[in-house]
C-alpha cells in the first residue's frame, strides 16, 4: 500500500502496472489499503490464478533483498509475476519478471494461456520450493550453521 514511509517512490510504480492491467481487458483485482487481515490476504492470494509483486524502488535499484509478499505469494498460490529484483532473481530463477507494465501483462496472458494441469504443476513446482528452502526454520538452520 501506500506506506509513507520515505518511500512513497512505489506509488508511481504501482500505478503504472495497475493502468496497463486495467487496460488489458483482463479480470483483476488489487487490494491496496484494503485492511485486509493475514487471513483474508492468504485466501486472496491462494485462490488467486496468478499473484502480481511489486517492489519498492529502492529494492529494483539495489537488488538485495525481495519482499515478504514474495514469498507469501509463491508458498501459497505458488504462481507469480514480479518486476525485476536480482535478489529474488537469484533466489527464484524461474518467476518471470519484467519492469515494463505491458511485459507485465503478456506474461500473465501468457500464463493464462497454459493448461489448468501446466499452471498447477508450475505452482505445485514454486510452493514446494519455498517450504523446502526459504521457510524461517531455513533461515535459522543457516544462522545456526555459520
Known sequence: GWVNNGFDEKRKIMMDIFIEFKKSGLNCGFFVNKNLSHEQENLLLYN?????????????ILGKDTNERTFKSLGLNGLMISDKVTQLENLFPNVRTSNDP????????????????????????????????????NRVEQLLAL
Not at 488467486?48 to 529494483?60: G, P, T, V
Open 48 to 60: 488467486s490464478k496468478i499473484s502480481l509483486n511489486i517492489h519498492d524502488a529502492y529494492q529494483r
Open 102 to 137: 505491458a511485459a507485465l501483462v503478456k506474461l500473465t496472458k501468457e500464463y493464462l494461456s497454459l493448461t489448468e494441469k501446466e499452471l498447477n504443476d508450475i505452482k505445485e513446482e514454486s510452493r514446494q520450493n519455498v517450504l523446502d528452502n526459504h521457510c524461517y526454520t
